[in-house]
């Protein structure tokens, strides 16, 4: 009984513990606040499926800006829109970036990447989550 009661405390040990530590998003993104590069960021998104990307990308997204970092927001939009150009959640976010940041937007974003790329049509057609 003693034993049994031990292994049960040991097992509810384990699994707070893996629930406390931070998910691969969470560790990308400090990750990259810490190097100042989005580009694993914007590879962790295109390598995963086409319907779980619009998902995660809200999740870097909104984390970075939770922790004032818009300029690398800006930077992985920017990346991310260049890599899935019929991305209706990518062309969302610069979207929401023009309208939150919209000085640094307009400093950040490389030149002529808002005409080339982003399409304001795709963007009003698409709400959180893609």
């Excluded at 995963?48 to 300029?71: G, H, I, K």
């Amino acid at each position: 009984m003693i034993l049994a009661l031990g292994l049960a405390l040991l097992v509810m040990v384990f699994f707070f513990w893996i629930l406390s530590q931070p998910s691969r998003i969470e560790r990308l993104v400090q990750n990259t606040i810490t190097v100042r590069n989005t580009e694993p960021l914007v590879e962790e998104l295109t390598a995963r499926p086409e319907e779980l990307q619009a998902r995660a990308l809200d999740q870097m997204m909104n984390r970075l800006l939770e922790e004032s970092e818009p300029e690398l927001a800006i930077r992985l939009a920017e990346g991310y829109l260049l890599a899935e150009k019929k991305s209706p959640a990518g062309h969302r976010w610069v979207k929401t970036l023009l309208e939150r940041e919209p000085v640094l937007s307009r400093q950040y974003f490389r030149a002529g990447f808002l005409e080339e790329s982003y399409n304001p049509n795709m963007a009003a057609h698409c709400g959180p989550g893609g």
